[in-house]
């Protein structure tokens, strides 16, 4: 009985480890995203929010789900006219749990955003695979 048990052990554990390694393969590639104004590369850098001003820059943090490969990420901002604004890609290789793919305002030649409703569409290897939505809104600076 105890030599069955001993023979059985490692195909058990095999067929967990097999387990583990297809439900990570399995699983989509991006977890969450969000919105978030702010002038920088990390999350941390940034304010988590559905609404921006017309001269911030316009971000969206990518959380992603472990992976086995590197992942080729970009997003697609419309305005609400319909005009898009694409995102260069980013490589997040395995260990790349979260990105930020952005547009920085003073990159647009500080022409303002428009006003209104906003889309961002996430990327992921030439593939749509989360949207978001968000509004911008007339920035009112006193001097």
């Not at 009985?1 to 490692?10: C, F, G």
């Not at 472990?66 to 006219?81: C, Q, R």
């Amino acid at each position: 009985m105890q030599q069955t048990t001993l023979k059985i052990l490692p195909i058990l554990v095999l067929v967990g480890l097999a387990s583990l390694f297809l439900a990570a393969c399995g699983a989509p590639p991006v977890d969450s995203v969000y919105t978030a104004a702010g002038d920088g590369t990390k999350p941390a850098d940034l304010t988590k929010t559905s609404v921006f001003k017309a001269d911030d820059d316009l971000n969206i943090v990518v959380k992603l789900n472990a992976h086995n490969h590197e992942l080729a990420i970009h997003a697609v901002f419309t305005a609400p006219s319909g005009e898009t604004y694409i995102t260069d890609d980013l490589e997040a290789g395995e260990t790349v749990g979260e990105i930020v793919l952005g547009l920085d305002w003073e990159a647009q030649g500080g022409t303002l955003w428009a006003e209104g409703e906003w889309s961002v569409a996430v990327f992921v290897d030439e593939d749509e695979k989360e949207t978001a939505t968000f509004r911008v809104e007339t920035s009112t600076t006193s001097g």
